[in-house]
């Protein structure tokens, strides 16, 4: 009996194993490291196309010494399982959400806070700079390693299979799908709705048979995992902004020699910084892409969302579980927030 093909090992086949001649150091010989990297992103996101591309050039500039292969769309688990395999040593690198790996490193899900960033030009200034530096320190000290450059995530959106989400009262007891994290938890719970916490990987299914009402990503997100089929509104919220870390495990990592580093290092990093501009650029087309194929969309006022935020004692919570001084970074670029 022939073996069915399943999505599955289709992805695996096109995303893991392709032969890249003549890049070898020579016919027969085996990488000296053979690592893995996984992610929660569709074959089609710009963080899959980015981190083919940069492994394809590590691979290139180590004249085949260093071979990384790119597992995405969660082959390799959920997020919660590709953390546990990272944190073991099992997995080499990952991209993960700071606010999922908060669980671990309570810091990494501070740039999160909602309605706490205007714009990307205050998100890159914090996270490449003193606010990324606190967070990649927290990280190491969980025996991790992260990444200069963060990959973006994008501001999020809500998206619903029953009712456009027109004022913060619309989210009252709202069913709706958080990724793992107390902070998505928390935020969403200040608005009154019904958070359950699950990991992308399972999104579109539980959209799907209904489990949840809806759902908040970016729309890039929204469209290359193809939730539109499952969904019917988007809801403009841009409640939050999401950021994917590059991380690696810290024993693997410090393991490698220098040299290996640096260049792993270069490439990532430089991918991280074509990945934004990625997202920037189908910023502008996405909704028309997204409204095509039959979503609705409204806008709805950010400020009343942000004072339901307020009342409810969201940032005072959040303030004090990150410290004052924690929260000074994090002012220090995004302006007050909470008042
Ligand atoms: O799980 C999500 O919603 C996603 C894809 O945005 C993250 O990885 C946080």
Redesign the pocket.
């Known amino acids: 009996m022939t073996r069915p093909i399943t999505r599955r090992l289709v992805l695996g086949t096109a995303a893991a194993a392709l032969p890249l001649p003549g890049l070898m150091r020579a016919r027969g010989d085996t990488p000296e490291f053979e690592m893995k990297m996984g992610n929660?992103?569709p074959m089609t996101h710009p963080n899959t196309i980015r981190q083919q591309e940069a492994v394809e050039r590590i691979l290139k500039e180590t004249n085949g010494r260093v071979k990384i292969s790119v597992f995405p769309n969660n082959q390799l688990g959920g997020?919660t399982d590709m953390l546990s395999q990272l944190r073991s040593g099992a997995l080499e690198f990952m991209t993960?959400?700071g606010?999922?790996l908060s669980t671990f490193t309570p810091l990494s899900s501070i740039y999160g806070i909602g309605y706490a960033f205007p714009n990307y030009k205050t998100v890159w200034a914090a996270v490449d700079g003193d606010l990324g530096k606190i967070i990649r320190e927290s990280v190491e000290k969980a025996g991790l390693y992260a990444f200069e450059k963060v990959w973006d995530?994008g501001f999020?959106e809500v998206s619903s299979s029953t009712h456009p989400i027109r004022t913060p009262d619309d989210l009252k007891g709202y069913k709706i799908r958080v990724?793992v994290s107390p902070l998505w938890t928390s935020m969403f719970e200040a608005f009154g709705a019904a958070p359950a916490s699950i990991?992308?990987s399972e999104?579109y299914s539980a959209l799907q048979t209904k489990i949840v009402e809806g759902?908040?990503?970016?729309l890039i997100?929204i469209e290359t995992?193809k939730l539109y089929e499952v969904q019917k509104y988007i809801s403009m919220t841009r409640h939050m902004w999401?950021g994917?870390l590059m991380l690696g495990n810290g024993r693997n990592w410090r393991g490698l020699p220098p040299d290996v580093r640096a260049v792993i290092s270069k490439h990532l990093n430089a991918s991280a910084e074509d990945q934004r501009k990625d997202y920037a650029d189908s910023d502008n087309t996405l909704r028309s892409v997204l409204e095509k194929q039959g979503m609705v969309f409204n806008d709805p006022d950010p400020e009343a969302f942000r004072q339901v935020l307020i009342k409810a004692g969201f940032y005072n919570k959040w303030r004090d579980k990150y410290g004052a001084d924690a929260w000074a970074v994090l002012e220090k670029y995004a302006g007050k927030i909470g008042t």
């Open positions: 929660d992103n997020d993960l959400s606010l999922i995530n999020r990724p990991n992308f999104v759902q908040e990503n970016p997100n995992a999401d994917f």
